[in-house]
């Protein structure tokens, strides 16, 4: 059984910093991409950045909206990805998912993950 669990959410005042993680387990994590989608309340999910795994390495995505700002990683070996988040803003307060889809294709569209974790709140505040 496959799962996702996200983790590192909280509530931070704006500028300031976190981490998400995300552990993956029931599924080789080499052949998946992972992505974290957030949304905020009374708006659509936005995917936010993703990390793939090819032979060459990591290939990673960022949105105009967070780039710059949070970094992506990836452990394999501990079927764990992270995102940084960093200067935070008001804006950026939402629930974080974390996906993950069989392939390499980063980006790709929400609908093209396979499998969800259950988010993680984070509340950025002034």
């Known amino acids: 059984q496959v799962q996702l669990v996200e983790s590192g959410g909280g509530s931070v005042q704006a500028g300031g910093s976190l981490r998400l993680s995300c552990a993956a387990s029931g599924l080789t994590f080499d052949d998946y991409v992972v992505g974290w989608i957030r949304q905020a309340p009374g708006k659509e999910r936005e995917g936010i950045s993703c990390?793939?795994?090819?032979?060459?390495?990591?290939?990673?995505y960022y949105a105009d909206s967070v780039k710059g700002r949070f970094t992506i990683s990836r452990d394999n070996a501990k079927n764990t990805v992270y995102l940084r988040l960093t200067s935070l803003k008001l804006e950026d307060t939402a629930i974080y998912y974390c996906?993950?889809?069989?392939?390499?294709?980063?980006?790709?569209?929400?609908?093209?993950?396979?499998?969800w974790g259950k988010g993680t709140q984070v509340t950025v505040s002034s």
């Open positions: 996906a993950a889809g069989y392939g390499s294709r980063c980006p790709r569209p929400s609908y093209e993950y396979n499998y």
């Open positions: 990390i793939s795994w090819t032979w060459s390495g990591g290939i990673t």
